[in-house]
């Protein structure tokens, strides 16, 4: 199944981005600050910026990062929060050919300062690295006359296109970070064009963005629907009532969630919940980890089938799978069949796995001259062109894929295999619990006992008895947790990542 054909058009044609133009992300941010100046581009916290404000601004700061010596294919890490400044800093790379490398504000030094050398970044924005060029969060450019981008790049504007429009990092579950350098240009294609259409990335329309800009979705999202001529509601960090409120302020057509989002925001009391009108929403896509069905459930109940959605693919894009909430429904469980690239399912000695077998997930792309990434700092598990990414699972007999869990996050007990996601999502359905994590500590019995993290929701007593018995209804005997633990904070990041293998470092 293929949707990457055709052109992106505005009714009017003058928002075309077509096969035959493939602009540059620079020339797209020039052509939509001169067809639409004044239409919001970005808004946060009732303040907004024009199309013509994000292209004159992201101009000065490309101006600073000539002067600070970057050129063109160099990387120039983003450390920045959640703020238009970080969406000015990414729009100021392309415009000089440079790679926006996406970091947490919040990143502990020591692995910052192996991210930055990884890439051997140019620039460091929003942090201190020692040694590198840097500058500090809430810098201003200075304002420019007289010269301008083209004359100093030797280039028209149209011109200038960075080697690779992104290079987030992974491996923080593993606690080797690597860069994942994306094997496409900052060139506006059909197939980024038409992935913005998915997404529902409309030019006029809004998208509330509340996760976090360094990770690869929220990256995608919001810069997509501003490269579609539409406006990106951003949120500092997720809150859950904050995210319904400017779905109503804004009249959001479309939505960015990850499912401790949508736990977070399900758990609200109803008189809160409900209060708010969602009716605007066309598209709410959920990815980035597993979705408890219950969870799923109550979604579709409320939004409805035909406005959530789901996506499964890895920051490395070889291959993506998409389904409506009417076909989940249909097949339950499942993330989808490839809307892009390929997919297989194999056992661990590469032998492929008829429908209902359950092995490793591989996946290829397909229609491409050049690879959809490269890694810096970790090598490719591949084998005759398809490569795996860890995760464990299935397909039916229509081409569904379902998933189990990462190969890593697996735990066995007694000679079980037992997906740290199954009993997470047992534990979230209790309604006095906001987040878990599950992880296997040594058992000189079994090898490895199941050992439930769990934060409670405020003013809870939940107590570990009662809990058990929850979970007793929910899980066979051998998938309960032997000891429980409880948390006075969040689990999982507000891109609903959890750091399994640091916390069970901690405890073993």
Known sequence: MKCFTGAMTQSSGSLEATAVDDPSFAARFAQLAAVQPDQPAITMNDRSITFADLDVRAELVAHLMLDLDVKPGDFVTIAEPNTPEFLVAGVACWKIGAIPQPVSSRLPGLELDQIVNLADSSLVIGADVEGRTCLASGYVAPARCGVSLSDRLEASAGDVVSPAW?????????????????????????????????????????????????????????????????????????????????????????????????????????????????????????????????????????????????????????????????????????????????????????????????????????????PTYTYIGDSTESRDGWECLGDIGWMDADGYVYLGDRRKDMILVGGANIYPAEVEAAIGSHPEVLSSAAIGLPDEDKGNRIHAIVQRAPGSNLDERQLLAHLAERLVTYKLPRSVEWSESSLRDDAGKVRRAALQAERA
């Open 166 to 370: 992104k290079a987030p990092t992974s491996g923080g579950s593993t606690g080797r970070p690597k860069l994942i350098v994306s094997g496409d240009p900052s060139l506006y294609r059909p197939n980024l064009a038409g992935l913005g259409e998915v997404i529902g990335a409309v030019a006029g329309e809004t998208m509330v963005v509340p996760g976090p800009l360094y990770h690869n979705g929220p990256f995608i999202w919001a810069y997509l629907t501003l490269l579609a001529g539409g406006n990106v509601e951003l949120l500092p960090r997720f809150d859950a009532e904050a995210t319904l409120a400017a779905i109503q302020d804004t009249k959001a057509s479309a939505i960015y969630l990850v499912p401790t989002m949508m736990q977070r925001i399900w758990k609200l009391p109803d008189d809160i919940k409900f209060n708010y009108d969602l009716s605007s929403l066309k598209i709410a896509f959920h990815l980035a980890e597993p979705c408890p069905p219950w969870l799923k459930d109550e979604w579709l109940e409320w939004l409805g089938p035909d406005v959530l959605f789901e996506l499964y693919g890895g920051t490395e894009g070889q291959m993506f799978t998409v389904i409506s909430g009417r076909e989940w429904l249909e097949h339950r469980g499942s993330v989808g069949q490839p809307m892009s690239g390929e997919v297989k399912i194999c056992d661990a000695d590469g032998n492929d796995l008829g429908p209902g077998e359950e092995g490793e997930v591989w996946m290829r792309s397909v229609d491409r001259d050049s």
